[in-house]
Structures are given as structure tokens and as C-alpha cells.
């Protein structure tokens, strides 16, 4: 097995993953980032980007990650698509597996971000990719002029719902609770839509088709009244999972996240985690970025005093 070393290995190409990209490199750190798919993460699924500082009018997620891409690299990140299947520390040194390869580093960052949680019931896994979806603008092109169903209450589900109202004949949004957890501006935008309906305290409780969606059975949680709906299709948006699965003697919170503190370390010496995976109250672009640049500047003052370059 070749071994190659750098000074900062990251895995991950998400906002937090390429932030922290650009600071390692800009600072002359040797870094590597690594990720089993294209740069992106859940950026690459965003229609308009409009709530990025600075950025504006609002752009695609793709053009703005493509932006980050290129700017890491500049500054001389290497990014490779690799799909990372060990990692353990020994000593001060991080051991990375992926294919046949090992890569070496003193320090890294976890940026795996999260992936989508599924609601579990019969159906969904069945019809997943004939009409169950949880990527709208992948797929709500494909349902134009029909009418279809989103569950969740967040930003996810009520900026999606409000997307697929642009292509698609009427959206019905399902939400458990009674009210969104979205921010307030997105919230009324989706109660203000004439083409999206709203189900509140309510469940999507099965999915129903053969070769495709057909309808959902929608529960109401309050009277237990359940209803069919005719749909094309269901997006699913209800939360996320953080992939943890890479390191997992570390310190989590009660859903799974990594445990860090103000400097994105984590219990392990040497070993940051930032974005999506990590535990923190908000997750969005920007306090990703920000994760990752404070992520790469506490990796770089740690090499330094492992090499004996403290600051003075």
C-alpha cells in the first residue's frame, strides 16, 4: 500500500470541508481533501442561494460551490474523489485508507456533514427513486404540471416546497407539528403560496404505488383521521443523520453529532470535526465556512507545536 504525507487531511468537499481547504492552504499547510463524490455535499441540491453574506442577487448551490472549489485549489489544496474506508490514529499521526492508497497527516478534520432521515414507513423504500425523492431539485423537474407532496417543517422542506410550487401543478406540504420550525421569512412564504397547501399536525404514515407513487395515506395526529391523497410524488425532508461511522471513539451528543469545542476539536488530539456532523445549534452555509476556517487556524497551531513553532 503507497502512503503518501501531508500536514491537514480533510474529508469532506462540503462548505465546511472546502472552507477549511482554502485557510489550511492559503496558510502553506500541505492538505488533502477527500470524498467518495463530487465537491458539494448538500449545497449541490440548493436551487437559489440567497442568504450567503455578500453573495447577491442569489446564486445556484452548484456555481457557489463550484466558486469554493476552485478558490481551495488556488491556493494549492489537493482534492481528490476517494472513498475513505479507515482512519486511526497512531502516536501523532493519522493513518487514512481509501482504495489501495494511505494518506498521512499530523492532523484532521472530519466534514462528512449529515445525510437525509427517512420516514420509515411502508412504501418508502419500495419507491425510492419512482417517486419517493428527498432532493427536490434533482428531481422535482421530472413531476412538472402535477401535483405533489412534501413532508418536514424546516428550512429544507419549506424552501423545497416553495421550489417545487414553481414547476409543479399544487404542492401539499404534511408537518407533524403545529406550526413550521423554518425561519419566519421562509415560513410565510410557503402560508403565503397559493399553490401550497399545509397539513399541519399531521403525518405521512404510508406510501402507496407499484411501479410508481400513487397516493399517500396521511394520518392526523390530533383525531387519528386518516386520508388518501392522490400524488406523484413525496420529498421527504425531516431531518438528518450525521456520518459518523469513520471515527466513532469520540465524544457525541444525544443525537449522534460530534461533540466540539469553540476550536472545532474534538476529544481526539489532532482530530477537528466541522459542519453538518458537528453538534451545534445551527447549521447553515455560513456557520459551516465558519467551521472550517476556525477548524484549518487551531490544525495549524497544532502542528506548530508539535513541530516546537508555537507562536511567540
Known sequence: MSQTEYDFIIVGT?????????????????????????????ISNIYT?????????????????????????????????RNVSFIEKKDDVFYVSAGDEQFLASALCLATGAEHRKLGVPGEKELEGRG?????????????????????????????????????????VVHRKSQFRAQKAVAQSVLSNPKITVCFNSNVTKIMGEKKVTSVEITNSISGEKTEKETS?????????????????????????????????????????????????FRQIITACADGAIASHSAEEYIRSLRGEEYK
Do not use: W
Open 233 to 281: 410524488a413525496v420529498f421527504i425532508f425531516v431531518g438528518m443523520l450525521p456520518r459518523t461511522s469513520l471515527y466513532s471513539s469520540l465524544q457525541f451528543d444525544e443525537a449522534g453529532y460530534i461533540v466540539t469545542n469553540e476550536n472545532m476539536e474534538t476529544s481526539v488530539k489532532g482530530l477537528y470535526a466541522a459542519g453538518d456532523v458537528r453538534s451545534k445549534s
Open 132 to 172: 419517493v425523492s428527498y432532493c427536490a431539485t434533482c428531481d422535482g423537474p421530472f413531476f412538472r404540471n402535477k401535483d405533489v407532496v412534501v413532508v418536514g417543517g424546516g428550512d429544507s422542506a419549506c424552501s423545497e416546497a416553495i421550489y417545487l410550487a414553481e414547476l409543479c401543478s399544487h404542492v401539499t
Open 49 to 81: 442561494l440567497e442568504n450567503y453574506p455578500g453573495v447577491f442577487p442569489a446564486v445556484n448551490g452548484m456555481d457557489f460551490i463550484d466558486n469554493m472549489t476552485k478558490q481551495a485549489k488556488a491556493f494549492g489544496a489537493v482534492i481528490e474523489q
Open 14 to 42: 462540503g462548505a465546511a470541508g472546502l472552507s477549511a481547504a482554502q485557510y489550511a492552504s492559503r496558510a502553506n499547510m500541505r492538505t488533502l481533501v477527500l470524498d467518495q463524490g463530487l465537491p458539494g455535499g448538500q
